[in-house]
């Protein structure tokens, strides 16, 4: 069961046309493995020991320099409004290999979730309603430990990476690979 709820906060952060939808109506759907759960439901399910855990300092861990990539951004969503921004992640998602290999930069909330002995992190692009909250999952360029030396759930933060797929069983999943993070 926690594989399965692993999995599924997993494809949530990545697939975000689902959610935009109001939980519980797929009309217009197609295809299988959809889900309807938004990200604030997967927010609002992390344990009551994570949300009331101290703040903790990670100001020594963000590199403010933004330069491992020389600058080069081919996908820049912290330059783009919130429509932009959930048109381009949801390309992205879609048509993965037309993205591959690209320098993606984005501005959003740090959160987490656990699975397959793993730990899952993710950069959350909030909107103004707060229904089409879009994330992409991350794996930074240094090893850190958690959670002593990552954000704090929530925290504002800046993500930098080479945007990559993977497959979990039958599953594929976008992520960006060798990031870093500064803050937001």
């Known amino acids: 069961m926690k594989k399965i709820i692993s ?3 997993v494809i949530i952060i990545c697939v975000l046309g689902s959610s935009c939808a109001k939980q519980g109506d797929n ?3 197609s295809g299988t493995n959809n ?3 938004t990200v604030d439901d997967i927010l609002s399910g992390r344990t009551k020991e994570s949300e009331t855990e101290a703040p903790k300092q990670t100001k020594g861990f963000y590199d403010d ?3 491992y990539y020389d600058g080069k951004i081919d996908i820049d969503l912290t330059k783009m409004t919130s429509v932009m921004i959930y048109s381009e992640v949801l390309n992205m998602v879609q048509e993965p290999d037309k993205h591959l290999g690209q320098v993606v930069k984005m501005n ?3 959160t987490y979730g656990e699975g397959d002995d793993r730990y899952y992190f993710a950069c959350v ?3 103004a309603t707060q229904c089409c909250s879009q994330g992409i999952e991350f794996i930074l360029k240094n090893d850190r430990s958690f959670p002593d030396q ?9 993500v930098v990476g080479v945007f990559d797929k993977y497959y979990e069983g039958e599953y594929l999943f976008c992520q960006l690979i060798d990031a870093y993070i500064a803050k937001g």
């Open 108 to 110: 959003g909330k740090f």
């Open 7 to 9: 999995i599924l906060l």
């Open 65 to 67: 320099s933004l330069s």
């Open 125 to 127: 692009i909030p909107d």
């Open 27 to 29: 009309s217009g759907r």
């Open 35 to 37: 889900t309807t759960k």
């Open 150 to 158: 990552y954000p704090t759930v929530g925290e504002d933060i800046t």
